[in-house]
């Protein structure tokens, strides 16, 4: 699929995907507070700076990252009926480790 084609529910399901990959990351090795601030300011650093110059986070960058304040909009619509959808639920552990 091309990026270009890409909807505000897509992009956000890419940014679900980055967010359940970093919090694995930050799992996998425990290195508290401060490594997490590090991890986090280094993955940001590399999107912003441009450092990967492939289609798709081109892409990502010009449509999250710089996105209009309409595609903002709609990102966030899309993240509060998500949230809402969850707050009444109660997941089991095994249902929150394969939401993540």
């Known amino acids: 699929m091309d990026p270009k084609e890409f909807t505000s529910e897509d992009w956000y399901n890419v940014l679900e995907g980055i ?3 970093t919090g694995m990351i930050v799992v996998a090795d425990m290195s508290g507070p401060s490594g997490l601030m590090k991890e ?4 940001a650093g590399v999107l912003q700076e441009g450092k990967w110059q492939t289609p798709f ?3 990502l960058r010009t449509e ?3 996105a209009t304040k309409e595609r903002q ?3 966030k619509q899309i993240a509060e009926a998500k ?3 969850l707050k009444d639920q ?3 552990k095994e249902q ?3 939401m993540g």
């Open 57 to 59: 986070i081109a892409a």
């Open 64 to 66: 999250v990252l710089a």
């Open 19 to 21: 967010g359940a990959v």
């Open 96 to 98: 929150a480790w394969q």
């Open 90 to 92: 109660k997941l089991t």
């Open 73 to 75: 909009e709609e990102l």
């Open 83 to 85: 949230q809402a959808e």
């Open 40 to 43: 986090a300011s280094a993955a």
